[in-house]
């Protein structure tokens, strides 16, 4: 088993939407309702965004959406914004181990 | 507030030891499984290691697996991370989190230098 498979970079322009893409396995993204997304800026601890798959923790914007389709989970990021540049972390439950995908470079042009 | 501080973090060298601490507050410790999150310098995220509520599960990745020891003190309100035989690839910020399935408080990192 290895690391989930995560784009390197992604760009939009303000009030786009994008979307970034996290592929597992049968193993783990696609066993477990157990996705859950991080966002990272530099210098900062991650904070999570999503969990469950598609579940938005409490003060979280309803900006961030999370799906899953088979063994690919996705993050859209609506109406982007400034201060969503940042780095963002698929991450996967997978019978008792954890996965993070590589991370993802969002740059808002 | 609830909140998550590690410390112990330092300069150590190859095959050196140390132990993370991390103080727990706002929070029922002992209701929740607890994680160690690494981050190398410009590297994404490494699960290191996770612990029940109780204490009585416990798991690692096989990067660290029969090196570092995850316990935890219910009663302090304390996660812990032995790390023996430390290689310079263990060279990493250190995060302590809430959570196993999901990861949702994070601490502020404690940095773990592996170098001669």
């Known amino acids: 088993q290895s690391a989930l498979t995560q784009p390197a970079s992604v760009s939009g322009s303000p009030g786009q939407s994008i979307t970034i893409s996290c592929t597992g396995t049968s193993s783990d993204v696609g066993s477990y309702n157990l996705v859950s997304w991080y966002q990272q800026h530099p210098g900062k601890a991650p904070k999570l965004i999503i969990y469950?798959?598609?579940k938005r923790p409490s003060g979280i914007s309803n900006r961030f959406s999370g799906s899953k389709s088979g063994n690919t989970a996705s993050l859209t990021i609506s109406g982007l914004q400034a201060e969503d540049e940042a780095d963002y972390y698929c991450?996967?439950?997978?019978?008792?181990?954890?996965?993070f995908g590589g991370g993802t470079k969002l740059t808002v042009l | 507030q609830v909140q998550l501080v590690e410390s112990g973090g330092g300069l150590v060298k190859p095959g050196g030891s140390l132990r993370l601490s991390c103080a727990a507050s706002?929070?029922?410790?002992?209701?929740?499984?607890m994680t160690w999150i690494r981050q190398a310098p410009g590297k994404g995220l490494e699960w290191v290691s996770y612990?029940?509520?109780?204490?009585?599960?416990?798991y690692y990745a096989d990067s660290v697996k029969g090196r570092f020891t995850i316990s935890r003190d219910n009663a302090k309100n304390s996660l812990y991370l032995q790390m023996n035989s430390l290689r310079a690839e263990d060279t990493a910020v250190y995060y302590c989190?809430?959570?196993?399935?999901?990861?949702?408080?994070w601490g502020q990192g404690t940095m773990v230098t592996v170098s001669s």
């Open positions: 989190v809430r959570g196993s399935g999901w990861l949702d408080i």
């Open positions: 991450c996967s439950y997978a019978d008792t181990l954890i996965w």
């Open positions: 706002g929070f029922t410790f002992g209701d929740y499984y």
């Open positions: 469950e798959d598609n």
């Open positions: 612990i029940s509520s109780s204490g009585s599960n416990i």
